[in-house]
């Protein structure tokens, strides 16, 4: 193989490579704000599934857990506080769970909502499934822990997902509540509590 052919050969493979690149990047630019578009109708989906009485649900801040950003909103019926939903990750078995928990004004979880995950299918997944995310109606967070045995005064685990039972219940929907509490009880009227409770 001569000197030329070698050029020729490194001149084919970038070429090849440059024009791919662009092709990605082309890609991507054209599905990068669908794909946004697409979460953010997701993320109003759930939260007006999560609190449906509600007329208005309105970002009232924003925090950070396991240095992921997530939110908080207050819900509305009229001019009345109904409830408040957070944002909230677990770590899981193989991934951070992304979760969305549901309150009423005196911080007894209504429903949660998984927004993304990547735990074990058919094992961790079942943090999904309605029967498991029934179990958290009506907890505060004295409730809010896994056991492995039967129980309905706190949250039983899936067998064989006790990882990720633990990172939804007592990570993500513990310490999102924990937090909407102290923020809310501490900074008042500017969270969304009501000033006449204050």
């Not at 909230?88 to 927004?115: E, P």
Request: charged share 25%.
């Amino acid at each position: 193989m001569t000197v030329k052919d070698i050029l020729k050969i490194t001149l084919n493979l970038v070429s090849i490579y440059l024009i791919g690149g662009f092709i990605l990047t082309m890609v991507y630019a054209k599905t990068s704000p669908i794909m946004y578009r697409n979460a953010v109708l997701e993320k109003e989906t759930a939260l007006k599934n999560l609190i449906p009485a509600a007329d208005k649900i309105e970002k009232i801040g924003d925090w950070s857990i396991h240095e992921k950003h997530a939110e908080y909103f207050v819900a509305r019926k009229g001019d009345a506080i109904i409830g408040y939903i957070i944002q909230s990750f677990g770590k899981g078995y193989s991934s951070y769970i992304n979760t969305l928990i549901a309150v009423d004004k005196d911080f007894r979880v209504q429903r949660i909502s998984i927004l993304g995950h990547a735990e074990t299918p058919g094992l961790g997944d079942e943090i999904e499934a309605e029967g498991f995310k029934k179990q958290f109606y009506g907890k505060d967070t004295e409730h809010l822990k896994v056991l492995k045995s039967d129980t309905t005064e706190y949250v039983q685990a899936i067998s064989g997902a006790t990882i990720s039972s633990r990172a939804v219940a007592e990570d993500a929907v513990k310490n999102g509540v924990d937090f909407l509490i102290t923020t809310i009880r501490e900074k008042g009227a500017e969270h969304g509590a009501d000033s006449s409770n204050n």
